[in-house]
């Protein structure tokens, strides 16, 4: 037997060794954004821990033994949303020590993006509710950070792909999709810079249809290319950049 075999050991004995380690629980959370009255907003519920009592938080859960995390990811959704089929992306890991008051939990975030006006969601408990992401000062857990990092993220993704159509219906005018833009970047855009950009990027198609019953002028509608719809986000986020639409 070689030395290098002498020094080889079991799982077993790693597992026995390392006891602590092995106790460490993992969670997912799911930073689920909607688009509703010219504001981004998020799915919360009351947190049912009596350490934040009074407090909202983010949709989530342990993942099981059996489970892996994505398939976790998606189990939230389901349960909470009632939707398996919508926009989903990884954000990063959570792992601050005392993040929970269980013990150890380390979680991966995710975001999603629902509009909610044409999906109805299976809010049956009657304390999950949709809010303004702009009036959010505190949530239980870490999840305003969770929240505020999925929201750059988002703001990463919407310069690069098309993401933002998931928040839309299937057909829109230009205006709301300038409108969604602002909401989700926080600032206001110039109405003819905007549309050069979105027209240098291909990805809308005109339908040859105009919006009626609205209070302003009729404007036309578009379509996202079929190519670009329903997409699943795992694309790489690039780091924070200028934005410049």
């Not at 969670?27 to 009592?53: A, T």
């Not at 057909?171 to 602002?182: A, D, V």
């Amino acid at each position: 037997m070689t030395e290098r075999e002498m020094r080889m050991k079991t799982a077993e004995i790693e597992k026995i060794t390392h006891l602590d380690y092995f106790n460490i629980a993992i969670s997912v959370d799911c930073v689920i954004f909607g688009y509703d009255d010219k504001e981004l907003k998020v799915l919360l519920i009351k947190s049912d821990f009596k350490e934040f009592e009074g407090l909202y938080s983010l949709l989530g859960d342990l993942v099981k033994p059996d489970e892996d995390i994505e398939s976790a990811s998606y189990r939230v959704l389901k349960e909470r949303t009632g939707m398996d089929d919508v926009y989903l992306e990884q954000v990063q890991a959570f792992g601050s020590v005392d993040r929970h008051p269980s013990g150890r939990v380390i979680t991966i975030a995710y975001y999603s993006l629902i509009d909610i006006k044409h999906h109805k969601l299976q809010l049956s408990h009657n304390e999950l509710s949709w809010q303004p992401v702009n009036d959010i000062r505190k949530l239980a857990f870490d999840h305003k950070i969770i929240l505020d990092t999925s929201l750059i993220r988002l703001q990463q993704q919407v310069m690069d792909y098309p993401v933002v159509f998931n928040l839309l219906p299937e057909k829109f005018s230009l205006r709301e999709l300038q409108e969604l833009y602002e909401a989700i970047l926080g600032v206001e855009l110039d109405r003819r810079n905007f549309r050069k950009k979105m027209s240098i990027k291909e990805w809308l198609v005109d339908i040859d249809e105009m919006e009626s019953d609205v209070p302003h002028r009729p404007g036309k509608l578009y379509k996202l290319k079929p190519e670009f719809r329903k997409k699943s986000g795992r694309k790489k986020a690039a780091p924070i950049k200028q934005m410049s639409l």
